[in-house]
DNA sequence: CTGAAAGCGCTTACAG
DNA sequence: CTGAAAGCGCTTACAG
């Protein structure tokens, strides 16, 4: 019976009793051998090892951890928005987490289904809840209420401001004042600002830092930037910022440095001012937000800001790992990552 | 006792036995409620509803399914390069799914985890596998065969080729030839291949149709085509692009349609072809693949083929929903995707 | 070193 | 319309 017909599971055997039965042992000695007990012998494990090949038996996870074994599940909720530093914080996360042997439920949140969503990861009883990215601020700050109320400890990637909440983020505060001085340091006087017409926080926070840089020199916000931004819903970045730039161009008054919400409306504008017979960097600067490797494409290539994702999420895990298991603490936690500007050739001194 | 503080669940509440202690029913009661199961008084049900309010009680999914419901969950593999195309896919089918009540199990298959995936997968009593991507080929076709000895529904999304899978994908060979003819079309006899270094299945793919397409014209695919591709490991696709265009300026034998294996590349490449003094679409043309947001971006505007994302995820959606709980079908079934190609400035006729 | 018994949190016949 | 009992597939004391 158990000579070798090892390639072709028998797929009957669904449970640890039948298993038992199959090998010939209590369902007791089967489950020390699967849960690595000491005490057993060499034969008996042998004799089990041979058999879980033999049937592919897989053991029920539900009965496990209804049984009282830790879940090691993390629920893990991500913004619908799935741009490309969205995408690397999730995956390193994920990745993070099942090194340490954690696994990893991951959600999308749209309008409206986000309580739907941390009911489920509610009823899988995960370790904890992890947000990814920016999501409506109320229903955030609901959820890190209940998860408070359950002792299920959170963390919230990139959403800042969120009341009572565990936070990762970039300070995009200062990675703003980093890039204005740079360009203040060059010179510049007068900025565009594209498409940084969104109500996100995300947004508002970089606008106080260039309020606050500019400040620092005794500059006022109102008086150094002015806008062209659409009002219709963007389709694609980058033609929204050739749309921008040109809207710049026609209207007489261009800036001598454009400042981008992001890489892509950045290099949309970057296309469109030189279409226009100007220069980068030599009439204009021109700074993006993400340093996406895109950035690398253009001529001259991107002056941009890096999130340091891979520091922010090992930030996140060792936030978030003490957590786990352990009684939640008292008094919320909030880290700021450093931001990195990384000049490139598209921001220069300003044309004397 | 049941009167007004909604606001602060008693995270106390583990259990529908302490739950039903709380209502004041009987767990049955309590159980047929929740389930929406008939027969039941109003007052009864209001009382139920009121107390779930009060206490935050969330079921436990593992006893749920453990006690024989439906787990509802399908698991999803996706491969290692988190590209645009396979990001979409993968929120297009999560999607689809969670509109039918299933939830998803992602992971992200890395070399030599995929076993251990898998059998997290099997442990958690999927009702069926996805793969989105591409894999280490034997390994798929285990698990393929794996899967259908246990009687789980599997669809391979891409990786076409493997013995008994369930397959949907771009047909890739296809995609080259419609994007080869409109070349040919145009008086295009020179070719060059920009990164189709690769023993990728979906390449080999793609360079078939590139041959079959040169073949029906009664050309030879060796005498078409050069390549200079590194064999260094690609770290920015755009550079890379450039890079290897470079190489044909260089070497003095620029074909007049240079194909890249990606937009990114293509992208890249027509900088560089620009940079030396070529004329996009005069001198050369350049087609890419996928149709990303980007092609948008360079001047002029990148001719490339587009996978139809959503038509391949609803026909995902459509072989894959029916086998669920249904006993599993005996030959397998490879659906093909229609490419499209999206003709842009960046193609245009051979310059006589 | 191995086995019989209890119990995790649910649902589902089966009685009342 | 509601309740007591059995059982899903495991693990963990507790006996032998």
Redesign the pocket.
Known sequence: MSTSQPKTPTSQI????E?ARYV?????????V??G????????IERVKRAIEETG????A???H????RTATVGICIENLLTPPVVRKLASLQRLLREDNFTSLIEVIEPGNSDKVIRHFLSMRVEAVVFIGHFNEDDLTRHVAELGARETPHLVIDHVGIKGANTVSLDRTKAMRVLMDHLLDYGHRTFALLAFNSPARSVLDRLHGIGDALAARGLVLEQCTSAHDGVYPRVNDFEEGRRIARAFVESGKVPTAFIAVNDEVAIGAMHGLQEAGLRVPQDVSVAGFNNLDVCLMPTPALTSIDQRIEETIQVAQEVLLPQLGQPLRARSLVRLIEPLLVARGSTGPVRS
Chains 1, 2 share one sequence.
Do not use: H, I
């Open positions: 669904r449970s640890s009793t298993f010939g042992l209590a369902r007791t000695t089967v489950s020390r699967l849960n007990q000491p005490g057993l012998k060499p034969k008996t038996f897989v053991p029920n539900y009965a496990l209804l049984k009282g074994k």
